[in-house]
């Protein structure tokens, strides 16, 4: 068991991280992932939503963001006007590449956490 007050590094580094990313990249950590998730292919905003944890009034505001930064835009479906397809633009992808190749310097032990959760080294 962890005591509770062991969590503020974790959040103290992971805010900094955040702040380095929007700095280098002018996107925010929820931004960032949701650019990782269209460009690994999900593209609906229901899955979105739970893919990144998000209400669907947060997942709005966060389409909307990037909507007005022309990296994402949002597609009707001719078939069923009740659905939408969230696609990168090709500043979106831009941003995706410069996303995955940002060189912003994790703790060891926040770089150990991910590699437990996905079982790749990086």
Known sequence: MYELCNLRKLIVD?????EKLKKKTGLTVN????ICQVQRGIQEPTLLAEELDLSPSRLSRILDSLE???LISREISSEDRRSVSVNLTNLGLNAANE???TNIKLPDYLKVAIESLTGAKK
Do not use: T, V
Request: charged fraction near 40%; include cysteine.
């Open 31 to 34: 931004e960032a992932l949701l």
């Open 68 to 70: 007005k930064k022309n």
């Open 14 to 18: 992971l805010r900094r991280f955040e």
């Open 99 to 101: 996303i995955n190749c």
